[in-house]
């Protein structure tokens, strides 16, 4: 499968396939054609099962190759890893011809590509995502960053990648915890624009009935986003609303410094208690937020906040998406349709 996002400064293709990994020099080769290094920027885990591979695939081809490997874990999206990172590239002599490579989930992607917007003012790189969250969300749409002991990913830009390579094989090697913590975001997407594709995840019985459809999973959540950002790049407008669930779902993570809850955990959270907000404001059709709970609980995600609301304000202020005193918030009026709902931050108090 392929998707293409098309972008008035920038167009690359998403490549979905099963077996990928194992021919990226050949995927690699079709776009890079000047340079002849590349650098492939992995944490611990993801090196463990794939980075010998992909190194050894890229020198078949006839590339110069150095691998990174960081520590696995949200920590390493910090500016305290950029020098490391900066420095390893000046060793290796990359230039503006050749080429970073992030292989692994959301951090691997956003850091090594906000290193790629800023080493030389720019440097291509590929996103190779390795966990089903980054694979239907963050390797898709250009957001990179890095984040501040404040709040995640409040220093970044946009900077596209030159192909995104998607390979559902490698997520055999995730834990289910892992594997959950991705179908969150999946679940995510049906909830703010398909309520088809939304009946389609209830209808699965098993994880192995979930893989048997991956690609059209995969498909589906990357076609939903590439229409997305073709609309709106920046994230002034209809952009904003694949952000269903995470002001709430960032705060969380903050509130327990990324140790307690996965991202996609912290997100399903923030989907059903924004839902709750947003019956109890009338903006949403009563029921949908128990609908969400129970695909949640299905998915073996969590849903309900276990702390008070108070306890995470100041967090969810932080939100990029906010303006002035209100709180710019992702509502849906039904499973299916979403819209921005600017709100006083008053009205948070609604949840318990």
């Not at 996609?264 to 709970?293: D, F, H, N, P, R």
Request: aromatic share 8%; with cysteine; net charge negative.
């Amino acid at each position: 499968m392929k998707l293409s996002i098309d972008l008035s400064h920038s167009k690359y293709d998403i490549v979905i396939e099963r077996g990928l990994l194992s021919r990226i020099g050949k995927e690699v080769k079709e776009f890079l054609c000047t340079g002849n290094k590349i650098f492939v920027l992995t944490d611990e885990n993801v090196d463990k099962y794939y980075g010998d591979k992909v190194v050894m695939a890229l020198e078949e081809e006839g590339y110069l190759v150095k691998k990174l490997v960081l520590k696995a874990g949200e920590e390493t999206k910090s500016f305290n890893t950029l020098p490391k990172v900066y420095n390893e590239l000046l060793d290796f002599k990359v230039n503006r011809n050749d080429l970073i490579l992030t292989l692994g989930g959301g951090v691997i992607g956003d850091l090594g590509g906000f290193v790629a917007s800023t080493y030389l003012r720019g440097v291509p790189f590929i996103q190779c995502p390795t966990t089903l969250l980054a694979q239907v969300d963050s390797s898709v749409g250009g957001k990179v960053g890095v984040d501040l002991e404040r709040g995640k990913n409040l220093v970044g830009s946009f900077y596209h990648p030159r192909k995104v390579i998607i390979d559902p094989e490698v997520l055999s090697s995730l834990t289910d915890k892992f594997f959950n913590d991705g179908m969150a975001e999946v679940i995510k997407y049906g909830c703010i624009k398909d309520s088809e594709f939304f009946k389609k995840l209830e209808s699965f019985n098993s994880k192995e009935e979930v893989m048997n459809n991956i690609e059209y999973i995969i498909n589906n959540c990357c076609k939903i986003k590439k229409e997305v950002v073709e609309r709106d790049e920046k994230d002034t407008g209809d952009r904003m609303l694949l952000n269903f669930g995470h002001t709430i779902g960032h705060a969380i993570e903050q509130y327990y410094n990324f140790g307690k809850y996965t991202h996609g955990e912290a997100v399903a959270i923030g989907m059903y208690e924004i839902t709750k907000l947003s019956e109890a404001l009338g903006a949403t059709k009563q029921g949908e937020s128990e609908i969400i709970k129970e695909i949640l609980i299905k998915y073996n995600l969590p849903y309900k906040l276990d702390i008070n609301i108070d306890e995470i304000k100041e967090a969810m202020t932080l939100d990029k998406k906010n303006l002035g005193k209100k709180l710019n918030l992702i509502f849906i009026t039904e499973i299916g349709n979403s819209f921005v709902k600017p709100i006083d931050q008053s009205q948070l108090s609604i949840i318990h």
